[in-house]
């Protein structure tokens, strides 16, 4: 069976999903490549300070991306398997799956670095460039692998800003694929 991590972008941008933050505020629609394709604003009045936009625009990408992975796992038949073993581990009746550490040896860390160097890889790929909306109002920076890193948003617009358009910045800010993804 396929391994696939559930958490990265799916080619094609096949299994995408909504969430919504946990105050009903704001669902946000993505495709499989984590892309944002759409924005709604379910209630404007819990959007109009920076910190409580911050956290719905979170919450809400975070809802969908948990769906879109959890989307893509009962596609590979894995979802059931994956959701039973979390529920014995946060019974305490098995251990969490923990992943290999790295080898740390002086040896494996001067392999990686005569590896680096040969083949020209960066030590730490740089963050995409921030995308920020039409009006500049809203800007965004997401990391390698399409997660959120901030959310920058103008106070004074977003306190009278109508729905539609926190949600086209929502779209402009976040809806734009980078090919710096992993």
């Given at each position: 069976m396929d391994e696939r991590d559930p958490w990265a972008p799916t080619p094609g941008g096949a299994h995408?999903?909504?969430g919504v933050d946990r105050n009903d505020a704001l669902r946000i629609t993505l495709d499989g490549a984590r892309t944002v394709v759409?924005?709604?604003v379910l209630t404007p009045e819990r959007l109009r300070r920076p910190e409580a936009f911050d956290d719905a625009v979170r919450e809400a990408f975070g809802?969908?991306?948990g769906n879109r992975a959890l989307a893509l796992l009962e596609a590979e038949g894995r979802s059931e398997e994956l959701l039973e073993r979390a529920e014995e581990t946060?019974?305490?009746r098995s251990r969490p799956r923990v992943p290999t550490r790295p080898d740390v040896t002086r040896a494996a860390v001067a392999r990686?670095?005569?590896l680096r160097e040969a083949t020209g890889l960066e030590r730490t790929p740089a963050y995409p460039e921030p995308r920020t909306s039409d009006n500049g109002y809203l800007t965004v920076?997401?990391?390698r692998d399409g997660r959120?890193?901030?959310v920058v948003v103008d106070e004074e617009w977003l306190g009278g800003a109508r729905p539609e358009h926190l949600e086209n910045a929502i779209v402009q800010a976040m809806g734009v694929k980078?090919?710096?993804w992993d």
């Open positions: 995408g999903a909504s759409s924005a709604e809802a969908a991306d946060l019974a305490g990686r670095r005569e920076q997401r990391g959120l890193v901030a980078d090919a710096t």
